[in-house]
């Protein structure tokens, strides 16, 4: 939505159609983007005494919304970023010593960490996962990266490193921006992606070590066979949850996934202001990031861990996971 | 393994390790490069009255050993290609009509596109498929492959193609080759990678759509947790049959598996002359290429249907698939 000043004809036309087709609550599931929309349709009921209703539901895999201990959709894309690291780990250290391969993988995040730092789950006594994880949250010192790049490989021939796509250098450029124009989405966000080759190819260059730069791309967020069943309930508990606050008469909030314990791990709801989460965005804690930049601390994973929990095994079938069909 | 003459050192150094461990049969499990070892070992213990034994045993993603109706690991990679490509297909049209995206997928396979093809098995009655898939077995011509998509993105506004990593201009220069430089492994091949990211970028110059560039690298022959289970029994199956075989006196051969039949769904397997294998790349076959070259007959999807079928779900600790751990 644009913002209301100057677009009030904008405005009136949805109040309109939802008058039309007799809607009384719009639920709004999605990110950033998405609550300030709740936001500012609500702001706009209030001041036009509206009787519509605006309520916002958490679901983006950015995990970056405020107040909410975290987001549907997170969990499931979390999932697939372990696995999948997990996978490239144990085939980048098959071609044994013979072989030295520097291997960097780039995870989504724009402006926060949160699926970068999902790498930190693929460690455990069967890997022994990624050699260092660069989030956003920290200024990214290319030389400082090389020099780590160049000690680790001294010490052990498969190197796999998860680097975000928003990785920032000091005067704020995108280190993929360096060397190479950036496209601009329709939201004007500077389109990310070539991250993970741009360093490949620097530590190629200066190392001449063997490398290879994957990108997870958008499966990480479309693939549904490896979602997390424990991010799956919450996804309909958040759900059901905006649908009884929007039968309360509750406008203008957003619903929130309050944990309650870890062991065992257990989520309540709530409904909270909309103005305290719209164009806030929630970044991986600093007590979370270990001291030298370059990993998760063991705070994050237990954070981490109970929301990639349980599996929806994919119904399978001519050998592939069955997709819901859309009705013509 | 170096060709025999002029190294016969390196050769009798073999024997003389296998002798001093009392090894009897070697058994070694691989693609084209590997039966090459195969045949040139059991050459040379025929030439010098050896008795060791030298038994091959199937085993490349890339399917392109001659004989044998398939090779193990390839339904596994075929059934994660389809799997992730419904995915990416799925995400692509999420946008609808207002974001027009055009995905370009690349895909494996240096000269020979059996792990392209396996993208026609995305296609079902709950997911439309790849709109076009481009082997290395045809020309792949630029002009044409740019009218293409305009005429596509015209049709409709979420185009999803797959490309082997391994098409070919006319005049015989790989597609990622143009405009770049390409590094040369071990073996003297060229590195693939960046034929897809080549023709997005193309696209979007020549046509002003939103591309984007996917190669599923490592994750390809890597992610076990979608393995075929036919693929796995079959891996038993061809190794279990050398021993058999080798136990027999067998050597110089390697274990083909021949189909019995479709429905049921049948394979046994033999042991083949290793000279009629070895340095015999096979191709998908013209007649399983559709007309237009875009894209892969009926009969290839009979043929690599099967081979796809069944699940082995992993085991799930801690929310990630478990892996073998390596004693040490």
Redesign the interface.
Same mark, same amino acid.
């Given at each position: 939505m644009p913002k209301i000043e100057g677009h009030e004809d904008v405005y009136e036309k949805v109040f309109e159609i939802m008058e039309k087709h007799d809607i009384e609550c719009l639920f709004y599931a999605g990110g950033n983007d998405s609550m300030d929309t709740v936001k500012m349709l609500s702001d706009y009921a209030a001041a036009h005494g509206k009787s519509q209703r605006f309520m916002g539901v958490p679901k983006t895999i950015d995990n970056d919304l405020p107040v909410t201990d975290h987001c549907p959709g997170y969990g499931s894309a979390a999932?697939y970023i @372990?696995?999948?690291l997990?996978?490239?780990i144990?085939?980048?250290a098959s071609f044994g010593a013979k072989?030295p391969t520097v291997?960097i993988v780039e995870i989504m995040g724009r402006n926060a960490g949160w699926l970068t730092a999902a790498a930190a789950?693929?460690k455990?006594?069967?890997?022994e996962g990624c050699d260092a994880i660069y989030l956003p949250e920290k200024v990214f010192d290319i030389d400082k990266f090389l020099a780590d790049v160049k000690e680790l490989a001294a010490k052990k021939s498969s190197v796999v490193i998860a680097v975000s796509e928003g990785v920032k250098v000091a005067d704020g450029r995108y280190v993929c921006e360096i060397g190479r124009e950036v @496209?601009v989405d @329709?939201f004007g966000h500077k389109q990310m992606s070539g991250t993970a080759t741009m360093l490949a190819d620097r530590i190629?260059a200066e190392t001449g070590l063997k490398t290879?730069a994957?990108?997870f791309?958008?499966?990480q967020?479309?693939?549904?066979?490896?979602a997390?069943l424990t991010d799956i309930n919450e996804a309909f508990q958040v759900g059901h949850d905006a649908v009884m606050a929007a039968e309360e008469g509750k406008t203008g909030m957003m619903i929130t996934l309050d944990r309650n314990g870890d062991d065992p791990y257990q989520c309540g709801t709530s409904a909270y202001d909309i103005h305290a989460i719209a164009n806030v965005e929630r970044n991986v804690p600093d007590e979370w990031i270990t001291a030298d930049g370059k990993g998760l601390t063991d705070d994050y994973v237990k954070y981490a861990?109970p929301l990639?929990?349980?599996?929806l095994?994919p119904l399978?079938?001519?050998?592939?996971?069955?997709?819901?069909?859309r009705k013509a």
């Open positions: 999932k @372990a696995a999948s997990k996978e490239i144990r085939d980048n072989k291997c789950l693929a455990g006594d069967d890997c @496209a @329709a190629a290879r994957i990108e791309s958008t499966l967020r479309a693939a549904t066979h490896m997390s861990r990639i929990m349980g599996e095994q399978f079938v001519n050998g592939l996971p069955r997709h819901l069909v």
